[in-house]
């Protein structure tokens, strides 16, 4: 059964920028998001927009702040949405505060379509999914087909499981070197820790338990219960599909921990 994975589709999306990266469709995560589209008028750019790094949006601290109750109905269904946020933001402080919005990914999901010709879903196809036997899934998509970033996927358990296998493999699968390690090490490292966020780019990362038993989590996470955890120190992926429930930690720390620690 295919999943609606709702935010975990920003996990993958980081995986797209690494793979872009690594074909060197992008240079790296240190360029500016506005120099990949120099068409764009800068005079009509909010403050500070021409900042913005690709590691800001990855991180969620583009700094973009966009009061959608501002914008007039052509703007809200605009399929252009790189022109609504660079230009209809607040005054932008690139690469200072966390805040967990749909902007950054969808953004970067444009980005991608643009330097490949075509929506993000095909690079993820052809360069990660069908190489790892993904064959079943589908993303949303705007009106002009641009992949849906922020949340979109739907893909099978058992697929999530791939995906955690391959980044807790550094990002090789089987024989295969599908991602490259230097960026799954960069993507899946703390990024912001705010106290309450332990960020990467577009991975989490947060501590269980005390003492010799306190382990690293590495996660994918999506609204309603969809999670791919991945604890390095036993070599575990742990997948959970639902709809509502919260409880995957609580299943994490009170069942599955302890029996890897027997």
């Known amino acids: ?51 913005i790094r690709l590691a800001d949006m990855l991180s969620m601290r583009s700094g973009l ?3 959608a109750s501002k914008l007039t109905r052509k703007e809200r269904f605009a399929s252009d949405d790189v022109v609504i946020a660079l230009t209809r933001s607040a005054p932008i402080e690139p690469g200072k505060h966390y805040k967990y919005q749909g902007y950054d990914p969808n953004l970067l999901s444009r980005l991608i379509g643009k330097k490949t010709g075509k929506p993000m879903q ?3 196809q052809e360069k990660l999914f069908l190489p790892m036997g993904i064959n079943q899934f589908s993303f949303n998509a705007y009106p002009d087909n641009a992949t ?9 358990s058992r697929d999530l499981l791939k995906v955690g296998l391959l980044v807790l ?7 295969k070197q599908l991602v490259s390690p230097e960026w799954i090490k960069k993507s899946t490292a ?16 947060q501590y269980h338990g005390e003492g010799k038993d306190r382990v690293l989590v590495k996660s994918a ?25 919260k409880n995957a930690f609580h299943v994490l720390e009170k069942l599955i921990l302890p029996a890897c620690r027997k």
Do not use: E
């Open 1 to 51: 059964k295919l999943h609606f994975t709702m935010s975990v589709t920003k996990s993958i999306t980081s995986l797209a920028v690494g793979v872009a990266i690594d074909k060197g469709l992008i240079k790296g995560d240190q360029d500016l998001f506005i120099d990949h589209f120099p068409k764009l008028d800068r005079s009509k750019l909010a403050k500070g927009a021409d900042k």
């Open 65 to 67: 702040r966009v009061d």
């Open 122 to 124: 095909y690079l993820i």
């Open 148 to 156: 849906k970033a922020s949340a979109g996927m739907h893909v099978t």
């Open 169 to 175: 493999n550094n990002g090789k699968w089987k024989d």
């Open 190 to 205: 703390i990024h912001v820790n705010n106290g309450k966020a332990k960020y990467g780019y577009f991975w989490w990362s």
């Open 221 to 245: 996470r999506g609204a309603a219960g969809q999670y791919i955890l991945m604890v390095p120190k036993y070599d575990l992926v742990v997948v959970f599909t639902s709809y509502g429930s």
